[in-house]
């Protein structure tokens, strides 16, 4: 069975979701795009159903590397002037490319209501998808995090540079504080795949040391003319023979993504963004008919009835319910919540506490799984186990125990004042990105010692053994009057 027959196979079913593949890097001029762009065409090769988002919302260049000229973009469906079926470019090998936003300042950063717009349309057109890339703008603004967030896999592009993996640790460790994250590393303009792996492997031990987290290689594309004169060709090279040199990092790329296919269970790209406004603002997503808050209130004082019957009537409620949706077609989201709502009543009154505790954790881990972030306010239940310590006394014990090993350990970089002071936040958070190995090495192995000598002292270092005590040898200078030697000579004679 060849690769892609494998791949659609196992993702028989799910023609709704494509494979979203987010495209990152922590700095610009890294070939981010040319790679998207590059990739895109040789999935497209392959008869995958590719479409490109260009995610840049202020300075989009996608389409300019295919020689591309759109009459309309990302920012024309944001503003509604258009449906994102009328920007759709036809790129080679069936690839259909949607121009972002270019040299509009607005767009730069996606508001609430042009997020909400985006999944709108994006949710119209996923199901013409196999593959979705997302080639995001470089840095660390927040459509950028969104985006990251929202994909399947992220496709992190490193070069050897020093200032490339410095910016992409700093990416990751914002885009991680939202959620975990899938991310694949590749490696670009590199002599060859010793180098690539020398490169990756300074970054993935930085980030598993400091971010506490793994990242994976997927690939490395070479230093390579070709691709240099492709962009100002606007002829990409996975065009290109397919088993031509320049082309042949693209399907090595492609071969790698179609062995690590993202988990089956990841939800759609469009229907991150629906939760993730719904999160950020949700009175604005709740009907108006149905003013039942979204969290439940547990603390409330329960109804005097009887367990039983109350259990049987969030039964019925329950079924009339499903009736009346199944009736007028509407198996809303409101509706599958408040379900769950009036059987979590229920079974709060009928279940032994421990019993019920324990299948919360099952469920709260189930969407943990999914979603790939805790359901629970963190800060807000440590306010609570402050309120009353003594109440949580046995609790608080067990935290403080846990939380002393990794307290008590020594940091690489001293923590600010506000962290020392106990603002709840993770160790190390804050600290400056790590050098990756080109700073802070011990001179002595930098470079060979002489043979039989001792440890060399660094040439700014003052030699007390010689000279004595810094403040008696300024004396002496001071003393030296106008027929004293000259400096060197002063220092020979001692």
């Not at 239940?381 to 990794?406: I, N, S, T, W």
Request: proline residues 6%; negative net charge; contains cysteine.
């Amino acid at each position: 069975m060849s690769r892609h027959s494998a791949l659609t196979d196992t993702r028989s079913g799910v023609a709704a979701r494509p494979r979203v593949l987010v495209v990152a890097s922590g700095k610009g001029g890294v070939g981010k795009s040319s790679i998207a762009v590059n990739l895109g065409i040789t999935l497209a090769r392959r008869g995958r159903r590719v479409g490109i988002l260009d995610g840049d919302t202020g300075l989009a260049n996608v389409n300019i590397l295919l020689g591309l000229r759109p009459q309309q973009g990302l920012a024309e469906v944001l503003a509604g002037e258009c449906g994102i079926r009328d920007i759709l470019l036809e790129g080679p090998h069936g690839l259909k490319i949607i121009p972002g936003a270019s040299g509009i300042r607005e767009y730069a950063e996606l508001s609430g209501a042009h997020q909400q717009r985006l999944a709108e349309e994006l949710a119209n057109i996923e199901a013409d998808f196999d593959d979705l890339l997302l080639d995001t703008a470089a840095g660390i603004g927040d459509t950028t995090l969104d985006f990251l967030a929202a994909g399947h896999q992220v496709l992190l592009v490193l070069t050897p540079e020093p200032t490339s993996l410095t910016d992409a640790f700093s990416l990751l460790k914002l885009a991680l504080r939202r959620q975990a994250l899938d991310v694949r590393v590749i490696v670009n303009m590199v002599a060859d795949v010793a180098e690539a792996r020398s490169v990756f492997q300074r970054f993935a031990n930085a980030v598993e040391k400091y971010l506490h987290t793994r990242v994976e290689f997927l690939g490395f594309v070479q230093r390579d003319e070709s691709l240099r004169s492709a962009v100002t060709l606007q002829h990409p090279v996975a065009l290109f023979a397919e088993n031509d040199p320049s082309a042949r990092p693209f399907q090595r790329l492609a071969n790698a993504l179609e062995d690590s296919l993202p988990h089956e269970d990841a939800p759609a790209f469009s229907l991150f963004w629906r939760r993730r406004l719904q999160q950020d603002d949700p009175a604005a997503h709740t009907p108006l008919g149905d003013a039942r808050p979204q969290a439940p209130a547990l603390a409330a004082e329960p109804p005097s009835v009887d367990h039983a019957s109350e259990a049987s009537e969030a039964s019925e409620a329950s079924e009339a319910s499903e009736a009346s949706e199944a009736s007028d077609g509407l198996g809303s989201e409101e509706g599958v919540l408040g379900r769950l709502r009036a059987a979590f009543d229920a079974a709060l009154e009928v279940s032994e506490p421990e019993a019920l505790a324990v299948e919360l954790d099952a469920m709260h881990e189930q969407y943990r799984a999914r979603t790939g972030r805790a359901a629970i306010d963190l800060m807000a239940l440590v306010d609570a186990l402050q309120a009353d310590p003594e109440a949580h006394a046995g609790l608080l014990g067990r935290l403080r125990a846990r939380l002393a090993p990794a307290m008590d350990a020594p940091q690489d970089v001293a923590a600010p004042a506000t962290m020392q002071a106990g603002e709840g936040r993770r160790p190390g958070a804050d600290r400056p990105p790590p050098d990756f190995g080109w700073k802070g090495r011990d001179e002595s192995t930098a470079r060979p010692a002489r043979a039989g000598s001792a440890s060399r002292v660094p040439a700014t270092a003052y030699d007390a053994a010689r000279f004595g005590p810094q403040e008696a040898l300024l004396e002496r200078l001071r003393q030296g009057g106008d027929d004293a030697p000259t400096l060197a000579e002063f220092l020979r004679r001692m």
